[in-house]
């Protein structure tokens, strides 16, 4: 076991909805990163928060956002959802600075279909 | 784009015999390198890190790290039906975010 949790751990939603997910980092770590991975695919870097602030995005557009907690524990929202954001969502919670996280843990996911 | 890529699979062993999982990554300012394993429906457990050219042996598994040929591989001795899951090489650098390979789907056969 990590320390890290995720909620809820299965999700059902349907296009256009939105949805939060939710994710406790493990004691002392404060920088958390959050993951796309389709069947089949490794984990695709949506971005990570370090100390509440957006520290590095990928390639997802504007309809992925994220906050950060004081405790360090974060969230991803989804909005207007679309059928190819059925994953697994993966929280990884790690050490960081501003410019380097150390090595990675990871919750145990959320997974997310939309219908 | 920052790329690391990995053979997909699946990698075929009979039990006991040595598993070798390879992983190459275009950053060439790559500093962390670390293989992870996943079990279907789960999520990646950290199985070693390694920062320096060379290996790192940790039990059953060795890590290999050569950054002149931007190569990092992973061997599993007396491979247990158990070690089959699929295998995720990750880079890290400063500056940068964590970027995985595709992962390599692992099978022992008892």
């Known amino acids: 076991e990590t320390g890290v949790t995720q909620s809820p751990t299965h999700l059902i939603k349907t296009r256009g909805q939105q949805v939060t997910l939710r994710c406790s980092s493990q004691?002392?770590?404060?920088?958390v990163s959050w993951y796309q991975q389709a069947l089949g695919q490794g984990p695709q870097f949506i971005f990570q928060?370090?100390?509440?602030?957006?520290?590095g995005r990928g390639n997802f557009p504007p309809r992925f956002s994220g906050l950060q907690f004081p405790n360090y524990s974060s969230e991803l929202n989804v909005n207007a959802l679309e059928l190819d954001d059925s994953a697994l969502y993966l929280c990884?919670?790690?050490?960081?600075?501003?410019?380097?996280?150390?090595?990675?843990?990871f919750g145990p996911g959320t997974r997310l279909t939309v219908l | 784009q920052k790329e690391v890529e990995q053979n997909s699979g699946p990698l075929s062993v009979p039990e006991g015999a040595i598993a070798s999982l390879n992983c190459t990554y275009s950053d060439r300012g790559s500093q962390s390198f670390f293989w992870y394993r996943q079990y279907s429906g789960k999520s990646p457990e950290l199985i070693m890190s390694?920062?320096?050219?060379g290996d790192k042996e940790d039990g059953r598994f060795t890590a290999q790290l050569n950054k002149a040929s931007q190569y990092v591989s992973l061997l599993i001795r007396d491979s247990q039906p158990s070690d089959s899951a699929t295998y995720l090489c990750?880079?890290?650098?400063?500056?940068?975010?964590?970027?995985f390979g595709p992962g390599t789907r692992l099978s022992v056969l008892p």
């Open positions: 928060y370090y100390r509440e602030e957006e520290n």
């Open positions: 990884a919670s790690s050490r960081g600075t501003s410019g380097f996280s150390d090595t990675q843990y």
């Open positions: 004691s002392g770590h404060n920088t």
């Open positions: 390694i920062y320096s050219n």
């Open positions: 990750a880079v890290n650098s400063f500056g940068q975010n964590f970027v």
